[in-house]
């Protein structure tokens, strides 16, 4: 690509464009809006995808803006086009994207004149060179366009629904929408402008007019507020100021991919193009993976974990294919924090944390590699028995897919051995891989959802009053059954019910909501569980009596016992955390929660297990607090107030300007909206009940607090009191009949495993009869009934040792829906090229199964016990087959 001839005033680094941007926009009446988590509010997508998505409650209606205007740099993950990473030149994972929105305030004339303006006379990008383009149908913006801004007509592109106009689904908001886009050579004329050509032009900033509502029909009618929903790509305005032939060659990236290149011993300029595409790769999803983690994500095989172990395997895949050896993630993840720093502090913050987590990630991905390739060898093996000589395209997939293999490199192996792959099969795999990804992962619905969406014009947010007082007197605003809004409802019928104010807490914070009654003077209702959407507390039960009708007052009652489980039990796991803080790591965070009325959850960053002795010393901590009677003090502050004072914030949690800080002073100081003990005391006791692992570097405390601690104890009582009964023992001596019995057992076990042995090798000895001789040597491939794994390997080496020069295989059922096989080989068998290992581990794939071991002995397992005796048959074949073959 030509670099475009732009003034030496205008290059900008992507700090500079950032920083541009959000004062260009606070100068005209914007607030500007901190980046919100890549672990969004919004429960249908996986992660921020979008920069207008922190901001979606509003555009709904479902959430009133604290301002008319806001501006903002979003961070964004998106995979639905991973494969073109590093290919093309501005596809990313990781991105930032600059928008400036209106709520209601201004609408299209000033946000095309704003866009220009920043565009030519702040960024100065030659008028000359800019294309924009406007949805077939929206004749305001052309005219905006061209009569005010002045812009040639013919470099005004009308272009169809499917490129300009935005909607958020079949239903719901949308609008037109107008993008500008930067010419990289206007030398090629103005006589086709084809907005498609990527080597020409790339669009940089996009403008959504959110004008319109479509209903289920289709029918588009005017929104009662218009607003204003742009988006202006970071990294391609960077490409552009700083005139370099990609979005990766850019200050934003490259400094990573220098860093990959310096560890692979290679010089970015010098390398071909599929060293560079794995550079970027290595350089994008760096920066994805630091962030992610730094917002509290962690590896896993499910959700937003799995996006992540999927993105930290593929920079570790293209770091070994450009030939950087051992453990290097870590190395540019370095780079990327420091790129990262000061605008997004978390990076830096939480730097250790994402280090362990790449290099515990990093290491266990090495070992899958090194099975990969033990598989990708199974598969060579057992496919060269079969006509077709060919890797299915599903095995292809789940080698690309789970073990890191690219293609190209199973068709190179599969090549040498003389096998092809079939492309058309891993094709549709990936296909379809990609449609769950994009279904499940890259939309954003803002579709008017339920009943109560359409409510949201008409009734007020719901004001809760739970902090002070167990019982209000409140008014039924709205009334859903089965998701439907309805006037009335009645007795045997599960309803949904919205109050204008009430005492109920909805679940939040990991805190279960509320239970209690709803009750009038001919009506009561059950109130089973409270959920929060958006503002609005809907209130889910059944109706025991009466007629429940919109606009009744009502007697909102909680279960009083069971709130003050909750409060004891929420209040502990703040004393849990602070334990684990000052006994175990002061790094550690919270990485999920669960608070219930009988029970509580507390998932944690941690690289370990705890020993025993630190969760009792954990238990004991937390015990000393509630025995020192620590006061709670609540108090609203200013976020950032909040933040110095140290309280402690949950990553991924979303909070306000203003929030809720529960202290317990000396102790515990953390943001969180749920209700607490007024007195550590009045928790009573705790006690822990297990320490688990749940995922790769987070553990999970489970205990119980305050009431639950009773019938937990209780239950423990019966248990240790029937043991008594059954050993004839006192208490404190169970733990040593136990150890007596596990030792009996385990002698047991031994004595009959040797019997078992025994009795193999008199069977065995039976067998010698059966062998065959066949260019000198002896085969003998029998099945061994009644024999376990370990028997029949004893077995097979006796057979050999009688036999002499020769090869044996066993195989036995040694119990339903399992097979074990053991190959036997001599020196003259190796000698005629069989190997052991590669031999059985093929007759198992027969039986379901795989396995293999030295040249010499081997023992391989199936899973199907019908197909052994034709296995044992296939074996003898083949083995008669290729001595009959050697010299």
């Known amino acids: 690509m030509v670099k475009s001839p732009l003034p030496e005033s205008t290059v900008m680094t992507g700090a500079q464009i950032r920083e541009t941007f959000l004062k260009f926009y606070a100068a005209r009446g914007h607030a500007i809006k901190p980046s919100a988590s890549l672990v969004p509010e919004d429960p249908t997508v996986l992660l921020t995808i979008a920069g207008m998505l922190p901001f979606k409650p509003i555009f709904l209606g479902q959430r009133q803006a604290d301002v008319n205007r806001a501006v903002s740099s979003q961070k964004c993950i998106r995979t639905n086009d991973i494969e073109n990473v590093g290919r093309t030149a501005r596809h990313h994972t990781f991105f930032e994207m600059l928008g400036n929105f209106s709520f209601g305030d201004y609408f299209k004339e000033q946000a095309i004149a704003w866009a220009w303006e920043l565009s030519t006379q702040v960024f100065h990008l030659p008028p000359h060179r800019l294309v924009v383009s406007v949805f077939r149908e929206d004749d305001d913006a052309f005219a905006i366009w061209r009569d005010q801004i002045g812009i040639p007509p013919h470099r005004i592109i009308r272009m169809g629904e499917a490129d300009n106009f935005w909607a958020s689904g079949p239903t719901g908001p949308c609008g037109p929408c107008s993008e500008i886009y930067y010419d990289f050579h206007p030398e090629r004329g103005d006589g086709v402008i084809d907005l498609e050509d990527d080597s020409r032009f790339i669009e940089f900033y996009n403008l959504v007019f959110m004008q319109y509502n479509r209903d289920g029909e289709g029918h588009l009618t005017p929104l009662q507020n218009q607003n204003i929903d742009t988006g202006l790509g970071l990294e391609r305005m960077a490409q552009i100021l700083q005139q370099v032939p990609n979005n990766y060659e850019t200050d934003l990236i490259f400094p990573i991919i220098e860093t990959a290149a310096r560890l692979a011993g290679v010089v970015y300029g010098d390398c071909d193009a599929p060293t560079q595409v794995s550079l970027k790769v290595i350089g994008d999803?760096?920066?994805?993976?630091?962030?992610?983690?730094?917002?509290?994500?962690?590896?896993?095989?499910v959700g937003r974990g799995y996006v992540l172990r999927r993105l930290i395997r593929r920079v570790v895949r293209h770091g070994r294919l450009i030939g950087i050896q051992g453990a290097f993630i870590s190395q540019v993840a370095e780079t990327a924090i420091q790129l990262a720093q000061t605008t997004f502090p978390n990076t830096r913050e939480r730097a250790a944390a994402i280090t362990a987590e790449l290099d515990r990630e990093e290491a266990r991905f090495l070992e899958t590699l090194e099975r990969g390739e033990k598989l990708l060898a199974d598969i060579l093996e057992r496919e060269r028995l079969t006509p077709a000589r060919q890797i299915s395209g599903a095995d292809a997939f789940v080698l690309y897919d789970t073990y890191g293999f690219p293609l190209e490199l199973t068709q190179e192996v599969a090549e040498e051995q003389g096998l092809t792959v079939d492309l058309a099969g891993f094709e549709a795999a990936m296909a379809e891989q990609r449609q769950r990804s994009q279904a499940a992962h890259e939309t954003i619905d803002l579709t008017v959802q339920g009943s109560l969406d359409s409510l949201a014009d008409h009734i007020h947010s719901t004001q809760f009053v739970g902090y002070s007082s167990a019982s209000t007197s409140s008014q039924v605003v709205a009334l859903l059954v089965a998701g439907h809004g309805v006037d009335r409802a009645s007795a045997g019928q599960t309803v949904q019910v919205v109050l204008d104010q009430t005492p109920f807490y909805a679940e939040s914070g990991g805190q279960?909501?509320?239970?209690?009654?709803?009750?009038?003077?001919?009506?009561?209702?059950?109130?089973?569980?409270?959920?929060?959407?958006s503002d609005f507390f809907v209130h889910l039960g059944r109706i025991e009596r009466g007629t429940l009708a919109v606009g009744d007052r009502l007697t909102a009652q909680i279960d009083q016992a069971c709130r003050r489980r909750a409060q004891a039990n929420h209040s502990a796991t703040h004393l849990l955390q602070a334990a684990l803080k000052k006994l175990v790591d002061p790094t550690i965070s919270q990485a999920g929660s669960l608070v219930a009325f009988d029970r509580l959850r507390f998932d944690f960053n941690c690289p370990r297990p705890l020993s025993s002795d630190e969760v009792q010393q954990v238990e004991d901590q937390v015990?000393?607090?509630?025995?020192?009677?620590?006061?709670?003090?609540?108090?609203?502050?200013?976020?950032?107030?909040?933040?110095?004072?140290g309280a402690i914030a949950m990553f991924g949690e979303k909070y306000g300007a203003e929030v809720r800080v529960i202290d317990f002073p000396g102790v515990s100081m953390e943001l969180c909206g749920g209700t607490h003990v007024a007195n550590t005391a009045a928790i009573g006791l705790f006690k822990i009940i297990a320490e688990t692992g749940v995922a790769s570097g987070i553990r999970r405390i489970e205990a119980v607090a305050g009431p639950a601690v009773l019938p937990y104890l209780n239950l423990r009582d019966r248990v240790v009191r029937d043991l008594c009964d059954r050993f004839k023992v006192k208490p404190e001596a169970i733990g040593d009949r136990i150890t007596s019995l596990q030792a009996e057992l385990k002698q047991t076990q031994k004595d009959l495993a040797e019997l078992q042995a025994e009795l193999s090798v008199i069977k065995a000895d039976q067998l010698l009869p059966e062998a065959v001789t066949v260019g000198g040597l002896k085969v003998l491939v029998a099945e061994l009934p009644g024999s376990s794994a370990e028997a029949l390997k004893t077995a097979g080496e006796r057979l050999l040792q009688k036999l002499g020069a020769g090869a044996v295989v066993l195989g036995t059922v040694p119990e339903p829906d399992k097979v074990s096989l053991v190959a036997a080989f001599s020196p003259e068998a190796i000698a005629a090229n069989l190997q052991a290992g590669k031999f059985i581990g093929a007759i198992a794939k027969l039986c379901g199964g795989g396995g293999g071991g030295k040249a010499?002995?081997?023992?391989?397992?199936g899973r199907d016990s019908q197909k052994l005796p034709e296995a044992l048959e296939i074996a003898k074949q083949q083995l008669l087959a290729a001595l009959q073959k050697s010299p």
């Open 512 to 533: 279960i909501g509320d239970r209690g009654y709803l009750s009038g003077a001919a009506v009561l209702m059950q109130v089973e569980d409270v959920k929060k959407d």
């Open 856 to 861: 010499n002995l081997a023992q391989a397992g």
């Open 623 to 645: 015990n000393q607090w509630i025995g020192e009677a620590h006061p709670a003090e609540v108090a609203v502050m200013a976020l950032e107030e909040a933040r110095q004072k």
């Open 285 to 301: 999803h760096s920066r994805a993976v630091v962030h992610m983690i730094a917002d509290g994500i962690t590896a896993s095989n």
